[in-house]
């Protein structure tokens, strides 16, 4: 798995793990955040949400354009320096009023230019270190373990923007509730009813403080917003730390991958044996046949991203906020991380080429396996949960599933026959095809656990009085990972292969437009949040995978014809 692999990778996505972590942290409680602090409503929200995930995945093109001129290494390390700006602006607490906006907006917009700038170069580089043919048949693994890194820092960011925002609210005297911003805002405003009056006195009074348990609703709604706002923008000054240790990453180990850092323009220069120049004809059909590609995962992503919006929103008002039994164990992220490991060195059991190899990373196993339950059966028998923490789930599961994707694909890829002389492992473009299928499994569960309830029109910002319980969204998030694991890691190694080389930087920020297109439309359930019935979000979204694999495979032929080698 990781054996024979160039240490240019280890360190590239290392420092991509800083960069994604502080991120996610970001996003975990972003939308949490604009509507506690600003009292939007889903739809207004949603909008802003959507927008910064489009810029975010839009910047890439022109990141990509520049860096095919000017180099890779430098985007990358101008774009980290224009996001820890960004998030520092981010982290400020500001007043609700228009002066706030504009300021959260501006940190916004500086977080997806240096992401423009950062993201898709550095994978490029990742790519341009199996151009050389010695690592050339790793392209696919590699960039499988370059996203299980990524989402290393997306498995802990929920856990530490939970953890930070306890601390603070912690220190305010407060504790969080879910509906409590929501009611306040509707109090502040004017428009709260009796009954959901009556509920936010009963929430005011189970604060721990019991000067603040005891504060009118005129005095509470606003303190409670104001502390549980700023403890979000605490929140967001964890980006700043992990970039700073990203910076560390690149810079201490650039030796190991500085060779990667060049762009087709200077290794025409340099006279490079892997520079190969494409005829005319052969550059128009690999452009052709990725931008297909691109315009089928635009609804993956709309999909897909739905972790911080409606998916968040159904984790605080339709979902237990409490977890018994075995389920508890998933909301503990050290037990996730050292289950997570254990798959790493189970698989190291077999792997191993000595028989002392073997007996210690079966030692290892057992132990990371004992810690796990250790950790669990130290939890308490009820244990409170927030809506933020469901989102490590997925990238947990990256963690965890990519060896085993890996396993798989390597069995088929060694099983050839006269029909399959290169294996039977699919094509990158068959995999992203199967996973829009997939995906369209996710919202099944999630229209099943729908059944029954009140749209949210009905619930008028409170939260549901016969909530699922969390298996729903825990298995939601699984079937979502193999969905992922095959198309994001697959999508980006083919479009490191078949990008023509002096277009590579631009090819991969096209890759992360249609992200950025996917994005923008996943604001569509929330613009619909209020309007239709719960499960028809889930329908729309499930009826869109399943097109979008239809056209991937209607245009499969095509696609793989211009691209082979």
Same mark, same amino acid.
């Given at each position: 798995?990781?054996? !024979? #692999?160039?240490?240019?990778?280890?360190?590239?996505?290392?420092?991509?793990?800083?960069?994604?972590?502080? %991120?996610?942290?970001?996003?975990?409680?972003?939308?949490?955040?604009?509507?506690?602090?600003?009292?939007? &409503?889903?739809?207004?929200?949603?909008?802003?949400?959507?927008?910064?995930?489009?810029?975010?995945?839009?910047m890439?093109?022109?990141?990509?354009?520049?860096? &095919?001129?000017?180099?890779?290494?430098?985007?990358?390390?101008?774009?980290?320096?224009?996001?820890?700006?960004?998030?520092?602006?981010?982290a400020?607490?500001?007043?609700?009023?228009? $002066?706030?906006?504009?300021?959260?907006?501006? =940190?916004?917009?500086?977080?997806?230019?240096?992401?423009?700038?950062?993201?898709?170069?550095?994978?490029?580089?990742?790519?341009?270190? %199996?151009?050389?043919?010695?690592?050339?048949?790793?392209? &696919?693994?590699?960039?499988?373990?370059?996203?299980?890194?990524?989402?290393?820092?997306?498995?802990?960011?929920?856990? =530490?923007?939970?953890?930070?925002?306890?601390?603070?609210?912690g220190?305010? *005297?407060?504790?969080?509730?879910?509906?409590?911003?929501?009611?306040?805002?509707? %109090?502040?405003?004017?428009? +709260?009813?009796?009954? !959901?009056?009556?509920?936010?006195?009963?929430?005011?009074?189970?604060?721990?403080?019991?000067?603040?348990?005891?504060?009118? /609703?005129?005095?509470f709604?606003p %303190?409670?917003?104001?502390h549980?706002?700023?403890?979000?923008?605490?929140?967001?000054a964890?980006?700043?730390?992990?970039?700073?240790?990203?910076?560390?990453?690149?810079?201490?180990?650039?030796s190991?991958?500085?060779?990667?850092? $060049?762009n087709?323009?200077?290794?025409?220069?340099?006279?490079?044996?892997?520079?190969?120049?494409?005829?005319?004809?052969?550059?128009?059909?690999?452009?052709i046949?990725?931008?297909?590609?691109?315009?089928? $995962?635009?609804?993956?992503?709309?999909?897909?991203?739905?972790?911080g919006?409606?998916?968040?929103?159904?984790a605080?008002?339709?979902?237990?906020?409490?977890?018994?039994?075995?389920?508890? +164990?998933?909301?503990? +992220?050290?037990?996730?991380?050292?289950?997570?490991?254990?798959?790493?060195?189970?698989?190291?059991?077999?792997?191993?080429?000595?028989?002392? *190899?073997?007996?210690?990373?079966?030692?290892?196993?057992?132990?990371?396996?004992?810690?796990?339950?250790?950790?669990?059966?130290?939890?308490?028998?009820?244990?409170?949960? #927030?809506?933020?923490?469901?989102? #490590?789930? !997925?990238?947990?599961?990256?963690?965890a599933?990519?060896?085993?994707?890996?396993? +798989?694909?390597?069995?088929?890829?060694?099983?050839?026959?006269?029909r399959?002389?290169?294996?039977?492992?699919?094509?990158?473009?068959?995999?992203?095809?199967?996973?829009?299928?997939?995906?369209?499994?996710?919202?099944?569960?999630?229209?099943?656990a729908?059944?029954?309830?009140?749209?949210p029109?009905?619930l008028?910002?409170?939260?549901?009085p &016969?909530?699922?319980?969390?298996?729903?969204?825990?298995?939601?998030?699984?079937?979502?990972?193999?969905?992922?694991?095959?198309?994001?890691?697959? *999508?980006?190694?083919?479009?490191?292969? $078949?990008?023509?080389?002096?277009?590579?930087? /631009?090819?991969?920020?096209?890759?992360?437009?249609?992200?950025?297109?996917g994005?923008?439309?996943?604001s569509?359930?929330?613009?619909?949040?209020?309007?239709?019935?719960?499960?028809?979000?889930?329908?729309?979204?499930?009826?869109?995978?399943?097109?979008?694999?239809?056209?991937?495979?209607?245009?499969?032929?095509?696609?793989?014809?211009?691209?082979?080698?």
């Open positions: 798995m990781f054996k !024979n #692999q160039p240490k240019g990778l280890f360190a590239l996505a290392l420092a991509n793990t800083g960069e994604r972590f502080g %991120y996610y942290t970001m996003l975990a409680i972003f939308m949490l955040f604009i509507q506690a602090k600003f009292g939007w &409503d889903q739809a207004a929200a949603s909008q802003l949400y959507a927008i910064f995930l489009a810029a975010v995945y839009f890439p093109v022109l990141g990509g354009w520049l860096a &095919d001129k000017i180099g890779y290494g430098k985007c990358v390390v101008t774009g980290i320096s224009i996001m820890f700006v960004g998030y520092l602006c981010l400020v607490p500001t007043a609700a009023n228009g $002066v706030g906006i504009t300021l959260m907006i501006g =940190a916004l917009l500086l977080i997806a230019v240096g992401t423009g700038l950062f993201k898709g170069n550095l994978q490029v580089m990742v790519g341009n270190l %199996y151009d050389d043919p010695k690592y050339a048949h790793k392209r &696919d693994s590699a960039f499988s373990l370059f996203y299980m890194a990524i989402n290393v820092g997306a498995m802990f960011a929920p856990s =530490a923007a939970t953890a930070i925002t306890n601390k603070f609210l220190k305010a *005297g407060l504790i969080y509730k879910a509906d409590i911003p929501a009611l306040a805002h509707q %109090y502040i405003n004017g428009t +709260i009813s009796a009954a !959901n009056t009556e509920s936010l006195q009963s929430l005011a009074s189970q604060m721990p403080d019991a000067s603040i348990a005891g504060m009118g /609703l005129d005095q709604c %303190y409670y917003i104001e549980l706002a700023s403890s979000y923008n605490m929140g967001f964890v980006a700043c730390v992990s970039l700073i240790a990203s910076v560390l990453i690149y810079f201490s180990c650039r190991w991958f500085r060779h990667a850092d $060049v087709a323009k200077q290794a025409k220069a340099a006279g490079s044996e892997q520079y190969v120049e494409l005829s005319a004809k052969q550059t128009k059909d690999r452009i046949a990725l931008v297909l590609v691109f315009a089928v $995962v635009i609804f993956f992503w709309m999909a897909f991203h739905q972790n919006s409606s998916l968040t929103w159904f605080r008002d339709y979902t237990q906020a409490t977890a018994s039994g075995w389920v508890r +164990i998933g909301f503990n +992220i050290w037990a996730l991380a050292l289950i997570a490991a254990s798959i790493y060195s189970l698989f190291s059991i077999f792997q191993s080429e000595s028989a002392k *190899g073997k007996v210690v990373s079966g030692v290892i196993t057992a132990a990371l396996w004992g810690g796990a339950y250790a950790i669990y059966a130290g939890m308490p028998a009820t244990l409170d949960i #927030q809506p933020q923490l469901f989102q #490590q789930f !997925n990238p947990f599961y990256v963690v599933l990519t060896p085993v994707s890996m396993a +798989i694909f390597s069995a088929l890829a060694s099983k050839k026959s006269k399959y002389p290169k294996g039977m492992e699919p094509s990158a473009p068959k995999k992203i095809g199967l996973g829009m299928f997939v995906a369209a499994c996710g919202y099944l569960i999630m229209i099943l729908s059944r029954g309830q009140m749209s029109a009905e008028g910002g409170t939260v549901s &016969d909530p699922v319980v969390p298996t729903y969204l825990i298995s939601t998030y699984l079937v979502l990972t193999f969905a992922e694991l095959l198309l994001s890691p697959m *999508g980006i190694s083919f479009v490191s292969k $078949v990008a023509p080389p002096k277009y590579k930087g /631009l090819m991969m920020g096209l890759w992360f437009a249609s992200t950025a297109i994005n923008y439309l996943s569509i359930p929330g613009l619909l949040w209020n309007k239709v019935p719960l499960w028809a979000n889930w329908a729309i979204l499930m009826s869109l995978c399943i097109i979008a694999a239809i056209m991937m495979f209607a245009m499969l032929k095509k696609i793989e014809a211009a691209t082979a080698e």
